[in-house]
Structure formats: structure tokens, C-alpha cells
């Protein structure tokens, strides 16, 4: 027989035993993932320290916040992936709730409008490629404020136009773009 070739491999015979394999990194890390959201105060695995860290400088900020750059949790480094998934952390810690709220308000805004597009779309591919973009920036913004706040577990989605990346942030002008021109063409269709 072959090197590296196990006993009975080459024959075509089974041992009889099945080998379990062990669990892929992957499937570890759903699993801690889900754990983490279901008992927060979990904080045993990595998840469910950003969990809480993220809670916990989400409600030091207060109603005002503790003023640009004045963050402890944040400057601290104690939230973990604080410029990409979870940057709403720093918004609620150094802006609080009324930055918050802004950020929330400027999304509704943006889902408003993009609604508004696909009712002014004439072609049905275009108004098809418009409610998908809205409902991509929509429910990748409640994922994400979801995420940092403990409603929905932690599954490492950026805030659209305001988490750092490159490519999230180039699909996402991309999409608005898309947007934009969608807009322009329902506009221009209904003037003549």
C-alpha cells in the first residue's frame, strides 16, 4: 500500500466506526454568537464581552453624551471593533441619545426617500432594484444598531455610510448612486 494511505482505504473496506469530526471554527463562533445574545451577561466568550461593553457605553452616554472624544469606554478601548461594527457605541457614548437619535432620524430619512424613489420608478426592474437597495441599507442599519444594543446578536455588519471600510463604503455610494439615477429617470418619465 501507498503511504499516507489508511488501512482498508485502498481495498475499499470500512472499519465499522464512524469518526466524529470536530467542530468547524465557524460553527464554534455561531454558537458563541447565539449564546452571547441569549445570555448577555455571558461575558466567558468574546461575543458577549462586546456585547456588554457595547451596552454599557451606549448607557454612559446619557441624553447629551460625554462630549466629543470624551468617551472612557471607547478611548479605553474597551469596545472591541469600535470603528467598524460597532461604531453606533461611540455615537451613543460621546453624542447620547439625542446623537442617537439623529443618526436613527438621517436612516429614516434615507429609507423615506429611497421609498419615494421606487414609487417614482416607471420600469418594473428599477422599482425591483430600488426596494432592494432600501431594504439593504434598512435592515443592515437595524442589524447593526440591533447589534449594539443587544436586540439582535452580533454578527459583525457595519452602519451603512458611517462604519470604516472600504468596500462597504464603496457599495454602498454605489447603491445610492443606483438610487440616484433611478430617481432621475422616474422623474424624467413623468414630466413627459
Excluded: H, K
Amino acid at each position: 500500500m501507498g503511504a499516507g494511505v489508511p488501512p482498508g482505504a485502498a481495498s475499499g473496506r470500512r472499519s465499522g466506526r464512524r469518526r466524529r469530526l470536530p467542530a468547524a471554527p465557524a460553527q464554534a463562533l455561531q454558537e458563541q454568537r447565539f449564546t452571547a445574545f441569549t445570555d448577555a451577561s455571558s461575558v466567558s466568550t468574546p461575543i458577549g464581552y462586546q456585547l456588554n461593553q457595547s451596552i454599557i457605553a451606549i448607557g454612559s452616554g446619557g441624553v447629551t453624551g460625554n462630549g466629543f472624544l470624551s468617551g472612557g469606554q471607547t478611548n479605553g478601548g474597551f469596545v472591541p471593533e469600535q470603528q467598524t461594527d460597532s461604531v453606533f457605541t461611540v455615537i451613543g457614548e460621546e453624542g447620547g441619545f439625542i446623537a442617537c437619535a439623529g443618526v436613527l432620524a438621517l436612516f429614516a430619512v434615507v429609507s423615506l426617500r429611497g421609498l419615494r424613489i421606487v414609487r417614482m420608478a416607471t420600469e418594473p426592474s428599477s422599482r425591483v432594484l430600488a426596494a432592494g437597495l432600501v431594504a439593504w441599507f434598512a435592515f443592515q442599519s437595524f442589524i447593526n444598531v440591533g447589534m449594539t444594543v443587544g436586540l439582535m446578536p452580533v454578527i459583525g455588519v457595519p452602519l451603512p455610510f458611517v462604519s470604516y471600510g472600504g468596500f462597504a463604503i464603496f457599495a454602498e455610494l454605489l447603491g445610492v448612486a443606483l438610487l440616484i439615477r433611478i430617481g432621475r429617470d422616474g422623474a424624467r418619465d413623468a414630466v413627459q
